[in-house]
Nanobody
Framework: QLQLVESGGDSVEAGGSLRLSCSASDYFWKYVCMGWFRQAPGKEREDVAYIYTGSGKTTYVDSVKGRFTISQDKANKMVYLQMNMLKPEDTATYYC?????????????WGQGTQVTVSS
């Protein structure tokens, strides 16, 4: 089973940038998609961005379009989330998972995540 470890979270001021990393234990590209997700305190987990591992096509939720970029590095078994122009509402714990937009709610093997805190 694919093991994923998220890292790179930090506390930053609004307008700042962070790059989150997702390290995979195996060939994550055997899955159709890799995604980044987040959960803010008191709120449900939500999806943020996806990358189709075969084509490299990316999709984003509207709230992060133009600010976040998901990418993959198959040689190093890594998936990244570059986050620019951060806003306080981006504060959350961020997770990666091998799931596409239509099935991610069925995924149940979430890791520890990495905390992102954006201050105004």
């Amino acid at each position: 089973q694919l093991q994923l470890v998220e890292s790179g979270g930090d506390s930053v001021e609004a307008g700042g940038s962070l790059r989150l990393s997702c390290s995979a234990s195996d060939y994550f590209w055997k899955y159709v998609c890799m995604g980044w997700f987040r959960q803010a305190p008191g709120k449900e987990r939500e999806d943020v961005a996806y990358i189709y591992t075969g084509s490299g096509k990316t999709t984003y939720v509207d709230s992060v379009k133009g600010r976040f970029t998901i990418s993959q590095d198959k040689a190093n078994k890594m998936v990244y989330l570059q986050m620019n122009m951060l806003k306080p509402e981006d504060t959350a714990t961020y997770y990666c998972a091998p799931a596409c937009a239509n099935r991610w709610r069925e995924y149940g093997d979430w890791g520890q995540g990495t905390q992102v805190t954006v201050s105004s």
